[in-house]
């Protein structure tokens, strides 16, 4: 996800423009829970073989139940929402209840709508100037829609990101999901470099399963210089400052503050004519241990 477009407040989502540097490792693994069964590939430094450390994060630190009245705003002690679009994308995003509420039953959701008219909104949060971490196992449990050219995501941006700009805030794409392939995720980081969209590194899950319409717990475990991304606590790809090519710089040993959006259309989702609207991503929970 990139931050292009007029989003308020600043940020964005990339458009998986960065050049991936590194060579694809295939890992034939098989992982399951429940009924879930995921193999892997990756652009990261990780290869098969290769035990993941582990990344220690014992506490609590922040969390969000999304307990509250149906219809209610999400507490603005914790989130702020978004207005605008970005990224050439159709929605535009809005403070409605209609586009971002809480249903009463412990869940914050965020519904794309498509008026009679052929436009597009949706909802889109973030924790900018209300919460902000630097490493640790940051987690969120969603409920991700299906259908094409839809494209939620859960992830993060640098807090310097209004000071220096994309890429060189860098980013952390927690989860992202293109409604034209419901067996994949994607966790990706974009980071600075000498092209004007940085570089881009992605790793992608792969389900025996839809992941659609039923809820799973999407994450990374964040270290100095190591970032793992997780699907129902077991990874599927680790990038690190070996991951980068020459000239790429980690920008990835610093606070970053986190975003959850529902985004329509785009280079990566497709066109959503064909899907049924409204369609809704439900978020269960968000907390990070640290």
Same mark, same amino acid.
């Given at each position: 996800?990139?931050?292009?477009?007029?989003?308020?407040?600043?940020?964005?989502?990339?458009?998986?423009?960065?050049?991936?540097?590194?060579?694809?490792?295939?890992?034939?693994?098989? /992982?399951?829970?429940?009924?879930?069964?995921?193999?892997?590939?990756?652009?990261?430094?990780?290869?098969?073989?290769?035990?993941?450390?582990?990344?220690? !994060?014992?506490?609590?630190?922040?969390?969000? +139940?999304?307990?509250?009245?149906?219809?209610?705003?999400?507490?603005?002690?914790?989130?702020?929402?978004?207005?605008?679009?970005?990224?050439?994308?159709?929605?535009?995003?809005? #403070?409605?209840?209609?586009?971002?509420?809480?249903?009463?039953?412990?869940?914050?959701?965020?519904?794309?709508?498509?008026?009679?008219?052929? %436009?597009?909104?949706?909802?889109?949060?973030?924790?900018?100037?209300?919460?902000?971490?630097?490493?640790? #196992?940051?987690?969120?449990?969603?409920?991700?829609?299906?259908?094409?050219?839809?494209?939620?995501?859960?992830? !993060?941006?640098?807090?310097?990101?209004?000071?220096?700009?994309?890429?060189?805030?860098? +980013?952390? %794409?927690?989860? +992202?999901?293109?409604?034209? %392939?419901?067996?994949?995720?994607?966790?990706? *980081?974009?980071?600075?470099? #000498?092209?004007?969209?940085?570089?881009? *590194?992605?790793?992608?899950?792969?389900?025996?399963?839809?992941?659609?319409?039923?809820?799973?717990?999407?994450? /990374?475990?964040?270290?100095?210089?190591? *970032?793992?991304?997780?699907?129902?606590?077991?990874?599927?790809?680790?990038?690190?400052?070996?991951?980068?090519?020459?000239?790429?710089?980690?920008?990835?040993?610093?606070?970053?503050?986190?975003?959850? %959006?529902? !985004?329509?259309?785009?280079?990566?989702?497709?066109?959503?004519?064909?899907?049924?609207?409204?369609? #809704?991503?439900?978020?269960?929970? /968000?907390?990070?241990?640290?």
């Amino acid at each position: 996800m990139s931050c292009g477009g007029s989003a308020q407040p600043t940020a964005g989502r990339s458009v998986r423009i960065g050049i991936l540097v590194c060579c694809v490792v295939a890992l034939s693994v098989a /992982v399951a829970w429940g009924a879930v069964h995921v193999s892997r590939s990756t652009t990261s430094g990780s290869s098969a073989g290769t035990r993941e450390p582990e990344i220690r !994060a014992p506490g609590l630190v922040w969390d969000d +139940e999304f307990s509250g009245p149906a219809g209610s705003a999400p507490s603005p002690a914790r989130w702020v929402l978004e207005t605008g679009s970005r990224d050439g994308t159709l929605q535009e995003y809005t #403070r409605s209840a209609a586009n971002v509420s809480l249903d009463g039953h412990g869940h914050l959701v965020l519904t794309a709508r498509r008026a009679a008219s052929g %436009d597009y909104t949706s909802g889109a949060v973030q924790t900018s100037g209300r919460f902000q971490t630097t490493y640790g #196992r940051v987690e969120a449990r969603i409920e991700i829609p299906s259908g094409a050219g839809l494209w939620p995501a859960f992830w !993060a941006l640098g807090t310097d990101f209004s000071r220096v700009g994309w890429p060189q805030s860098g +980013e952390i %794409d927690i989860m +992202e999901n293109s409604g034209n %392939d419901p067996l994949k995720i994607t966790g990706s *980081i974009h980071g600075p470099w #000498r092209k004007p969209d940085g570089y881009a *590194i992605h790793s992608d899950g792969f389900s025996s399963i839809p992941l659609a319409n039923t809820f799973h717990v999407y994450g /990374v475990l964040w270290g100095p210089n190591r *970032i793992t991304f997780t699907l129902d606590g077991t990874p599927y790809g680790t990038v690190t400052p070996k991951s980068l090519s020459p000239g790429q710089r980690w920008a990835f040993n610093k606070p970053f503050f986190l975003i959850l %959006d529902l !985004a329509v259309g785009g280079q990566e989702a497709g066109s959503p004519r064909a899907t049924r609207f409204p369609a #809704r991503m439900l978020v269960d929970w /968000v907390r990070v241990y640290r």
